[in-house]
């Protein structure tokens, strides 16, 4: 059950496009569909950016897109804000039936 | 309005056991899938446990297999996580969580913080 590798920061200006890849395995981001993403500002609770690797819920802004090619799952910011500045973090599904986090990115807006 | 709400964390001993209460409102408990998810100090995020809304399926990590349990209570729309032998390391604050259809968490909790101390 090792974390999923995510880069540890990502920066950008506002108005560019940041991407923050996850890296798993064939028995878990490689195998499922079952990647979803999670923003999280300091001191409050994760929240659903994306499920089964590109589903945005409603009320996300469209500014935020997911895919996947092969073992590595990706997290799209377009347009980036100041409140986009958070901590991002991957799950996945495994072959076990448990769940695994990614090692988590914090994205810092210039 | 869905939300979920954790209590019961608190100061406990190296050894010592806790449980966690979550208390859910604004959806239909008894469907849905819940699992627990842990976050050190600093640290990421941790998944802990699944429970399945009838209870027959249930999966641990393995920093906790054999020393915490998940359990819940669907009339009483609660969820549960009694932790056992608790270690320095299971210092976090714990979060409870609805799963999806597919395996995907929301809402969550505010969460509860457990500190294991001497």
């Known amino acids: 059950q090792s974390a999923l590798t995510q880069p540890a920061s990502v920066s950008g200006s506002p108005g560019q496009s940041i991407t923050i890849s996850c890296t798993g395995t064939s028995s878990d981001v490689g195998r499922y569909n079952f990647v979803s993403w999670y923003q999280q500002h300091p001191g409050k609770a994760p929240k659903l950016m994306i499920y089964d690797v590109s589903h945005r819920p409603s009320g996300v802004s469209n500014r935020f897109s997911g895919s996947k090619s092969g073992n590595t799952a990706s997290l799209t910011i377009s347009g980036l804000q100041a409140e986009d500045e958070a901590d991002y973090y991957c799950?996945?599904?495994?072959?076990?039936?448990?769940?695994?986090f990614g090692t988590g990115t914090k994205v810092t807006v210039l | 309005e869905v939300q979920l709400v954790e209590s019961g964390g608190g100061l406990v001993q190296p050894g010592g056991s806790l449980r966690l209460s979550c208390a859910a409102s604004?959806?239909?408990?008894?469907?849905?899938?819940m699992t627990w998810v842990r976050q050190a100090p600093g640290r990421g995020l941790e998944w802990v446990s699944y429970?399945?809304?009838?209870?027959?399926?249930?999966y641990y990590a393995d920093s906790v297999k054999g020393r915490f349990t998940i359990s819940r209570d669907n009339a009483k729309n609660s969820l549960y996580l009694q932790m056992n032998s608790l270690r320095d390391e299971d210092t976090a604050v714990y979060y409870c969580?609805?799963?999806?259809?597919?395996?995907?968490?929301?809402?969550w909790g505010q969460g509860t913080l457990v500190t294991v101390s001497s």
């Open positions: 799950s996945s599904y495994t072959s076990s039936s448990t769940r695994v």
């Open positions: 969580a609805r799963e999806g259809v597919s395996p995907w968490f929301d809402p």
């Open positions: 429970i399945s809304s009838s209870s027959s399926a249930i």
């Open positions: 604004g959806f239909t408990f008894s469907s849905y899938s």
